[in-house]
């Protein structure tokens, strides 16, 4: 059963990049990680995903050699980007472990 775990919340300027890590020791190898966000009164908004480390327009997702943990990076992030960001494993048989982080841009800090 793929278990993932990430910090509660993590903070930043706006501007500045912001990795978001997730922890994921029990992964497959045919096991994709995917990132979703939440903003708040909003359904999940697919952010990126990757069997190995992967770009898009708009974030970077970095997977260790090992793929037992990844990292999900917002090169400039704003206020726009403050939501709670899911770290998921989906593998072939469409099980899933999920965590969450809470992003919040300037400083804030909230658990969740």
Avoid: F
């Avoid at 509660?8 to 990680?33: A, K, Q, R, W």
């Avoid at 999900?72 to 048989?93: E, K, N, P, W």
């Avoid at 469409?94 to 400083?107: E, F, H, I, N, S």
């Amino acid at each position: 059963d793929a278990k993932t775990t990430q910090p509660n919340s993590m903070e930043s300027n706006e501007e500045e990049p912001v990795h978001l890590p997730c922890n994921h020791s029990t992964i497959s190898g045919t096991d994709y990680i995917y990132w979703y966000r939440q903003r708040p009164s909003q359904g999940p908004e697919y952010v990126i995903h990757g069997l190995t480390s992967n770009n898009n327009r708009m974030a970077s997702l970095t997977i260790a050699e090992d793929r037992k943990s990844s990292t999900l990076i917002l090169h400039h992030a704003t206020l726009r980007d403050a939501a709670v960001y899911y770290c998921i494993l989906r593998d072939h048989s469409g099980t899933d472990g999920a965590a969450a982080v809470q992003y919040l841009p300037g400083g804030e800090r909230e658990g969740i």
